[in-house]
Each structure stands twice: as C-alpha cells, then as structure tokens.
C-alpha cells in the first residue's frame, strides 16, 4: 500500500480532497493532504507567496515513500519539488494537471492550450497580485459534473489565487526527469481541455497514462474511480 500526498490546483484548498482520502483509505493506502501557502488554513500573505515556497511547503510533507499527487496547478509546484529534491518521493501523479515544460511558466503554458477557458472568468485583485474565480463561472469550470451539494460547499471555501507563483518560470532539468511520473486525464474537462492534458502527458510512459471520463474535480465526482486508478498506477510506479 502506498502514502499518498494530495496538492490541490487554483483557488481550492486540502478540503478539496474531502471525498478522495477516505476513498483511498478504503484500499489500504495512507492519504493526506495539504493546504498550499495562502490557502485554506494558510495564513501566508498573498504577497509573500512564491512557486519556491509551494515547492518547500510540499518538500516538508514528503518522504522518499510517498506519492505526490498534483491537481491542476499543482502540477508546477510538484515538480518544483522533484527539480529540487527528487530522493524525497517515491513519485508524481500529475491530475488534469499542467506538466512544466522547462524555462516556462504556468501562466505561459495555459496560454499555449488550444483553446482559452478561464480568461473570461476570472478576474483580478486591485492590487494586482491575485485572481478569483467569477461566482457565475464556478460550476461551469470546476463542478459541472459533481453532486449539487458540492458547489456550495465548494464555494464557500474558494479562495484568491496568487498570481506570482502562476507567473514564475520552472526549471527543470535531468533532476526533474529522473522522477518517476504518472497522468490522470479528465476527457469532459472545461478547465483545462482534455486534447492538451493528453499532450503534455504524452512524453509520460504509456502504461502510467490513464484516463477518467470526468470533469475537471474528480476527487468530487468520481472519488472511488479516482482511488481506484491512482491504486493500480501505484503499482506501475
């Protein structure tokens, strides 16, 4: 059985991972899950937040055993954390994730996508520093596909995305590459489109690419799947 370490993407938080830890607790496994800085129960300033320390805020958490799992934008922040200190996993599971393309950062790489699905729906701070998600665009984005009861709730705990750390390239090098990785595709995603998911998770071994017929929150719509896929990777890994 495996230690599983769940990073939660944009806006969201450890509680996004509600329905999955119990999910992969059912299949033996070890599931935890953190809040990023300036997240949930963060109390890391916006101003302060950083990709270097998302990185070190996963380094803390991780042993050589254990399995990081990122969702979405926390694709980046994981392999900041391999780039750094690939011995401290056992490896990276990249969920509707973005893959890091070296020298390049997050916000450039959704801007290479095929097509563009939250320029309109998001809108910036004052101060310019961080982005929220408009009330209008939530369900549609994130929970279009999930049980009622779970945009309220989610929305209640949605919060202000620094932008800095979105906005900072990540370099990578053989470091990086010498962890080992795996991709779960969500195909009915309307956050980030399925075409690009499969391309960046396209220079990933065969056998450690799967995919979910999901939207973009599966660990809400489809926590048992979900658990189930990441255990059979988890012996691939």
Same mark, same amino acid.
């Not at 996508?113 to 729906?121: F, R």
């Not at 701070?125 to 999930?146: I, N, W």
């Not at 719509?221 to 059979?232: C, E, G, I, K, N």
């Given at each position: ?13 450890? %509680?996004? %991972? ?9 299949? =033996?496994?070890?599931?935890? #899950? ?10 890391? $300033? @916006?101003?302060?937040? *950083? ?11 991780? &042993? ?5 799992? =990122?969702?979405? %934008?926390? =694709?980046?922040? @994981?392999?900041? #954390? ?8 056992? #490896? ?7 893959? $890091? ?22 809108? /910036? ?6 982005? *929220?998600?408009?009330? !209008?665009?939530? /369900? !549609? ?6 049980? +009622? !009861?779970? *945009? ?27 962890? &080992?990785?795996?991709?779960?595709? &969500?195909?009915?995603?309307? *956050?980030? $489109? ?6 960046? =998770?396209?220079?990933?071994? &065969? ?15 489809? +926590? ?9 990777? !988890?012996?691939?890994?």
């Amino acid at each position: 059985m495996a230690d599983f370490l769940l990073i939660h993407g944009s806006c969201h938080g450890a %509680w996004c %991972w509600r329905d999955l830890i119990p999910a992969l607790e059912n299949f =033996g496994h070890t599931a935890r #899950a953190i809040d990023m800085p300036s997240h949930g129960a963060d109390p890391t $300033p @916006i101003a302060e937040v *950083t990709l270097d320390g998302c990185r070190d805020a996963i380094l803390a958490a991780s &042993t050589p055993d254990t399995i990081i799992v =990122g969702h979405s %934008w926390g =694709g980046y922040p @994981i392999s900041a #954390a391999a780039e750094a200190q690939p011995r401290a996993m056992r #490896a990276l599971v990249y969920l509707s994730a973005y893959v $890091p393309q070296d020298g390049v950062s997050m916000v450039e790489m959704r801007r290479r996508g095929p097509s563009q699905t939250i320029a309109d729906a998001v809108e /910036k701070s004052a101060d310019g520093l961080s982005y *929220t998600v408009r009330p !209008e665009h939530v /369900k !549609e984005l994130f929970y279009h596909d999930c049980a +009622p !009861e779970i *945009t309220p709730f989610a929305f209640a705990r949605l919060c202000p995305q620094a932008i800095r750390p979105q906005d900072t390239p990540l370099a990578l090098s053989e470091r990086y590459q010498s962890v &080992t990785r795996a991709y779960i595709a &969500t195909s009915d995603d309307h *956050t980030v $489109p399925f075409a690009y998911q499969k391309k960046m =998770g396209s220079e990933i071994r &065969t056998d450690l690419q799967h995919t979910i017929d999901s939207g973009h929150s599966s660990f809400f719509s489809h +926590p048992d799947q979900l658990a189930r896929t990441l255990t059979d990777l !988890e012996k691939r890994l």
